[in-house]
């Protein structure tokens, strides 16, 4: 077997390994998909590893880069993302041997940790590996239209995407979006994404396979809010899943609340989800009206360069948001 990093020529092999491996149940594969995730990301592009035999593209892992933010300091890291063994090669302990050698690569280069979001299934085998777990996201979830919850469970209606999204491109191009990105990281005490209009226009609106919607608050000629979320269909109906909520001042976000109420029949909506780890000022207004799920993404971490991870346990110095940790 050879083990040798990707180069930008490998890519349609990469995406026929993942289709041959995973299919295309919860996330279509695409050249223009990874392009985006793995090339053209803002925090720079992935570390990715090719295993072959004989000139066959057996196995791939690519961890996906991320930065966060604290009081000043920068933490590269990489989230452990894309991986796959050829149908025909299972059982060689491929995963294991790029996931590895990943691991060493990115300490070597510098980088602080690895995170991911692993289910079940994969979990058993990160914490072999020397993950830990970082604890469950904190979730909250408000009801905004209980008979339509109640009616989607009994005769099976949740499908469906919403009608129309929103301006986001207008929003994500405000000519004052640097500003609130800025004010939203000096407030922040705890470890945040290093956010940026750059970050957020590849995240939310260059993505090749979500929707999301955005509202934005002005007070005074000033850019005071801004709300990203994406609708997502369950078998209880519409959710509105908040994926980011920045706010300049204590005071900011009850315009953004109203435009909500009045958007929960343009965006045709039934609950909301939120984080609990935004801001002090988003978890203030997001608190009346929501209660903590008990259920939530577990985070898994492994120290790299960055040996003592203490502050990323338990979310108690710790703060992303669900668009830092959907599935993708």
């Keep these: 077997m050879e083990i040798r990093p990707a180069t930008d020529a490998d890519i349609p092999a990469i995406v026929t390994l993942l289709k041959q491996s995973l299919g295309e149940s919860l996330m279509p594969k695409s050249d223009r998909y990874w392009r985006w995730k793995h090339v053209e990301n803002p925090f720079g592009p992935s570390p990715v590893l090719l295993c072959l035999e004989n000139g066959e593209l057996i196995g791939v892992r690519a961890f996906m880069r991320w930065e966060w933010y604290r009081q000043g300091q920068r933490f590269k890291a990489v989230r452990a993302v894309d991986t796959a063994t050829h149908p025909d090669h299972q059982g060689k302990g491929i995963f294991k041997n790029l996931t590895l050698s990943l691991v060493k690569s990115c300490t070597q280069e510098g980088d602080d ?12 085998g990160y914490l072999k590996m020397g993950w830990m777990e970082a604890g469950r996201l904190p979730v909250r979830l408000g009801i905004r239209r209980p008979f339509h919850m109640l009616k989607n469970i009994v005769a099976g209606n949740g499908a469906g995407l919403p009608d129309e999204t929103s301006d986001l491109a207008n929003h994500l191009n405000h000519p004052q979006l640097a500003e609130l990105c800025q004010d939203h990281l000096a407030q922040m005490n705890d470890t945040t ?48 899943r908040v994926t980011d909520c920045f706010l300049r001042g204590d005071n900011a976000g009850k315009d953004l609340m109203k435009q909500l109420r009045t958007h929960k029949k343009k965006w045709n909506y039934d609950y909301i989800t939120v984080a609990g780890t935004l801001s002090p000022a988003a978890t203030r207004l997001f608190a009346p009206g929501t209660v903590k799920l008990s259920k939530g993404p577990i985070v898994t971490v492994r120290p790299l360069a960055l040996t003592n991870l203490g502050a990323l346990m338990n979310f108690n110095q710790w ?10």
């Design 113 to 124: 940790f690895v995170f991911n979001t692993p289910n079940q299934q994969s979990k058993p």
């Design 319 to 328: 703060s992303p948001s669900l668009g830092d940790l959907e599935l993708f």
């Design 193 to 240: 994404t290093h956010i940026s209009p750059h970050y957020l226009r590849w995240r939310y609106q260059d993505v090749p396979v979500a929707a999301y919607v955005a509202a934005a608050e002005e007070k005074n000629g000033k850019l005071t809010g801004l709300l990203v979320g994406r609708i997502k269909v369950s078998r209880l109906g519409r959710e509105l």
